[in-house]
T-cell receptor, first 114, second 115 residues
Framework: NAGVTQTPKFQVLKTGQSMTLQCAQD?????MSWYRQDPGMGLRLIHY???????DQGEVPNGYNVSRSTTEDFPLRLLSAAPSQTSVYFC?????????????FGDGTRLSIL | GENVEQHPSTLSVQEGDSAVIKCTYS??????FPWYKQELGKGPQLIID?????GEKKDQRIAVTLNKTAKHFSLHITETQPEDSAVYFC??????????????FGDGTTLTVKP
């Protein structure tokens, strides 16, 4: 199993550009989530999904969209990039839908917005 | 909402010594408390967790204790080794209910184990 795979690992964007951060897991986990990590801070939840076709907002959802058409994939879309979205983004999954807490993380996408 | 405070922000210990990291939480309905280890350039890794019906849990050199009355929980690492050096995060959440999925994380503790 590859676990949770995130692409790209690094990305530089200009203000106003849009892009999609990819996340895929091969563990058949129902629960997936996106977090952002800023220097000296813990992880903040952006969006999460408890299964295909079901998504919900986390703590900091503004400026981001998600969809969950399959169990495996959970892409995060930046609609119009802003410098405040410069961060490291982590995708996570969990085998336990009942607990809905992140258990497996990808290695992150480091995003810079100029 | 939930608020999690983690202390200390940095911790330096000598190899072989013990390390303790403490977190406090505000939501008395929180019932799930995981700990994550994050190495440089990597994503967090779940290392141990505890649920509110348990006071202590051990896994080899690591242990977690929970005091529901005081609303705090701690990570204990014994016989520290250089490979324990990393950033450790605590989190708290209301797992197993309709509001599940919204973990609140502490700001992290950078642990350095000196050989």
């Amino acid at each position: 199993n590859a676990g949770v795979t995130q692409t790209p690992k690094f990305q530089v964007l200009k203000t106003g550009q849009s892009m999609t951060l990819q996340c895929a897991q091969d563990m058949n986990h129902e629960y997936m989530s996106w977090y952002r990590q800023d220097p000296g801070m813990g992880l903040r939840l952006i969006h999460y999904s408890v299964g295909a076709g079901i998504t919900d907002q986390g703590e900091v959802p503004n400026g981001y969209n998600v969809s969950r058409s399959t169990t495996e994939d959970f892409p995060l879309r930046l609609l119009s990039a802003a410098p405040s979205q410069t961060s490291v983004y982590f995708c996570a999954s969990s085998r336990d839908r009942a607990s809905n807490q992140p258990q497996h993380f990808g290695d992150g996408t480091r995003l810079s917005i100029l | 909402g939930e608020n999690v405070e983690q202390h200390p922000s940095t911790l330096s210990v000598q190899e072989g010594d013990s390390a303790v990291i403490k977190c406090t939480y505000s939501d008395s309905a929180s019932n799930y408390f995981p700990w994550y280890k994050q190495e440089l350039g990597k994503g967090p890794q779940l290392i141990i967790d505890i649920r509110s019906n348990v006071g202590e849990k051990k896994d080899q050199r690591i242990a977690v204790t929970l005091n529901k009355t005081a609303k705090h929980f701690s990570l204990h690492i014994t016989e520290t080794q250089p490979e324990d050096s990393a950033v450790y995060f605590c989190a708290a959440s209301r797992a197993y209910n309709t509001n599940a999925g919204k973990s609140t994380f502490g700001d992290g503790t950078t642990l350095t184990v000196k050989p």
